[in-house]
């Protein structure tokens, strides 16, 4: 069984080397490391190239944006399941691939998705995630983060990321399996961390086109009571996080 992992990135060496040496430093053998680069100018591409012996293949060229570099990752992907660990997220251990036992996964037409470790200015918190229907329709929990989800290889590949989306696009795509029948299996695994703040859905002032873009992904009407009900439900996990607990 083979994993590809699809890494994009966009002037931001920075944060690509740990990424990158996240993924090569997993114990299973079988995977397919691409990483999608859009024309940076900052010497990420030098640093690509510096581990391109390594890497399966690798692309920089002019993109729409990171859902447009996703897309084209899906487009020369080859796994069994497909993982997406963009820059500057990174693997939680080197056993994490290993450890969600994607081999045991009987129904390929299953979504694997785990736990997300998420930095907070105030601290780390493990962020356990609901699934689409609690999320969407009961505004209950934390909505399944594409830094936890493995998609079966031969159901992503008929599938694209709405460019239409800014924001929410993976939200919008991971909704639509949903509603189209693909299950989805969790697993109690912490897969991948990410740091708050670094991504436009993180951004305080983009809030409300979060929410709505949210909204629109699960197909559900944009209104000051959803907008409500949402901020509600993050002041919910906020204090939560205060107290020291997990997000669930």
Known sequence: MKITIITVVRNDVGHLESTMQSVLQQTLSEIEYLVI???SSDGTVELIKKYS???T????????????????????????????LNSGDTLLSSTTLAEMHLEQVEDKNTIVYGNVLAKYWDGEYVE???????????????GINHQTMFFPGDVIRQYKYDLRFRIAADYDMAYRMWKQGIKFLYRDVTVARYEWGNGISSNPNKLLDVYRENAKGCQ????PLYWLKMMLEHYRLWKKRKNGLQFV
């Open 37 to 39: 680069d859009g024309d």
């Open 53 to 55: 012996d390594k890497l």
């Open 57 to 84: 293949r690798w692309i920089s060229e002019p993109d729409k944006g990171v859902y447009d570099a996703m897309n084209k990752g899906i487009a020369l992907s080859t796994g069994d399941f497909v993982y997406f």
């Open 128 to 142: 356990k995630p609901k699934p689409f229907f609690d999320t969407c329709m009961k505004f209950k929990g934390i």
């Open 220 to 223: 559900q009407e944009w209104s």
